[in-house]
């Protein structure tokens, strides 16, 4: 039986994911949307081949209203690092989901 390293529980939620390479001042952000979240990282969707294993990025989540979690709408953020780069297995496009684990606890800002 296979099981699961994990030091927190994900949960399935959904939000809009903002990254750029640390280090890279080329302007470029890769976007995309969770799968699932715990404190100790995130599972995204995103397009392409952006990103590399071990890769530090500075990360940015939308939190959305309404679901019980804010009244208002507001971000956090964090830096993370790229652990797994797997082809999306609900995708049949050029998807790819990519785990990061935070390198800090994310903050929250309004």
Do not use: W
């Not at 959904?14 to 715990?38: A, H, I, L, P, W």
């Not at 496009?93 to 929250?108: G, H, L, Q, V, W």
């Amino acid at each position: 039986m296979d099981r699961d390293r994990r030091r927190n529980r994900r949960r399935p939620l959904e939000m809009s994911v903002y990254c750029q390479k640390v280090g890279v001042m080329d302007g470029r952000f890769f976007s995309g949307n969770t799968v699932n979240v715990s404190p100790g990282g995130l599972l995204v969707k995103m397009q392409g081949p952006y990103l590399r294993d071990g890769e530090l990025v500075s990360v940015e989540m939308a939190v959305p209203t309404g679901d019980g979690l804010l009244k208002n709408t507001g971000r956090f953020s964090s830096y993370a690092r790229v652990v797994r780069i797997a082809d999306s297995t609900h995708s049949k496009d050029n998807n790819k989901e990519i785990a990061f684990e935070f390198c800090e606890s994310p903050r929250f800002r309004v």
